[in-house]
């Protein structure tokens, strides 16, 4: 349940995260400029339309999980529960938003150990409040697999609470105001011209993961297991490389406000050499180590223990390539060239990974194996 619902939430999340990438990049560019007064202005505008954002998409995707679960061959008894997490997940939209503007804003500024030490405290708790939602305690009734969205909703309104009481306390060099929240239209738009390519590319890469989803449903519950773990340890690969792409945006960002546009670009070049080099030392451990990885979630469970096995076998070398272009990546955007990670996405997805995938796995006696090669 938890698997099928994964690609879902990733996609509404992507949808609205344009925006708060595009208030990171305006803000560093500020600080960069050394202009307080713009960087306050930037950080209520992207707040505003975020909340805004995260509020609609919050009811569109509680209105059609059912609907989007089925057409994604997602039959009982998983059915039953994965509208359940779905809907619960959706519900919490907009306190996961806007926990990203705070932690964009100061990402933006410079300041990353602020976000670090709040969402260590709230995986703290989630990690509390998991098993007392799931298997429940004394008044709290047991809610299953629902209960796991109820520990991430509720650890991630306290987040956004947090953030929120930090930004308007005057904090971090940045003090926002409920006059600040009024519109200003063409800074909206600014925020909206860089984040509106830059939600597509994320959304093409989440919508990558709900079409992945289709092709590999048919294979049978074993082989979604296998990929649900799969892609959870490639995603927990990534995380260093999206924290390399944050700083390499930020860094670039706020030389390019600051005028210095030779030093942005040797951040570029130093943080994709070590990003390569990097995450192809971790792939190699992970293609070493792969199944002990894999059996570290499914103890017990041997077709998926294998198949696990196999996918990250075939993943594994590959990861200093991710590191390579989440660097690139955090270029293009600090630079405020988010078109062009847009079509590198969607090339990359849309020309190449889905029709080799859909080929190799419906045409030839790969089958499963097949999405793994693409």
Not at 341 to 369: D, R
Request: glycine share 12%.
């Amino acid at each position: 349940a938890v698997s099928v619902s994964f690609p879902l939430i990733f996609l509404m999340i992507a949808l609205g995260g344009g925006l708060a990438i595009a208030g990171s990049v305006l803000v560093a560019q500020y600080v960069g400029a050394r202009n307080a007064a713009k960087v306050n202005s930037v950080t209520a505008q992207t707040l505003l339309m975020v909340v805004v954002v995260s509020v609609l998409l919050s009811a569109v995707g509680y209105s059609l999980s059912p609907y989007a679960l089925q057409l994604m061959g997602v039959t009982r008894p998983t059915l039953g529960d994965a509208i359940s997490y779905l809907q619960v997940s959706f519900l919490g939209l907009p306190f996961t938003f806007g926990y990203f503007v705070y932690q964009s804003v100061l990402r933006g500024i410079g300041e990353v150990r602020a976000p670090v030490y709040i969402v260590f405290g709230t995986v703290m708790l989630n990690l509390l409040l998991d098993p007392l939602f799931i298997f429940g305690w004394g008044p709290i009734s047991a809610s299953g697999v629902t209960g796991a969205a109820y520990a991430t909703i509720t650890t991630q309104g306290i987040a956004m609470v947090v953030g929120l009481v930090t930004l308007f306390g005057g904090h971090f060099g940045i003090h926002l105001k409920l006059r600040d929240l009024s519109p200003d239209w063409p800074l909206m738009q600014r925020v909206v011209a860089l984040g509106l390519p830059a939600s597509v590319e994320q959304s093409t890469r989440a919508l990558g993961l709900t079409v992945m989803t289709f092709l590999v449903a048919p294979f049978g519950t074993s082989t979604i297991a296998s990929y649900g773990i799969g892609t959870r340890i490639v995603s927990f690969v990534i995380i260093p490389a999206m924290g390399l792409s944050m700083a390499t945006a930020t860094l670039v960002a706020q030389n390019i406000g600051a005028k210095n546009t030779e030093r942005a670009s040797r951040i570029a070049w130093l943080s994709a050499w070590f990003g390569f080099a990097v995450l192809e030392g971790v792939g190699v451990l992970c293609f070493v180590f792969a199944m002990p990885l894999i059996r570290f979630f499914v103890p017990s469970a041997a077709d998926v223990i294998a198949g696990g096995t196999q996918f990250l076998h075939l993943m594994a070398l590959s990861f200093g390539f991710i590191g390579l272009q989440q660097a690139l990546g955090g270029a293009f955007r600090g630079s405020g060239n988010t078109f062009n990670t847009m079509i590198l996405a969607m090339v990359s997805l849309w020309v190449l990974q889905f029709p080799i995938a859909y080929i190799l796995s419906k045409h030839t006696a790969l089958g499963e194996t097949g999405l793994w090669w693409a």
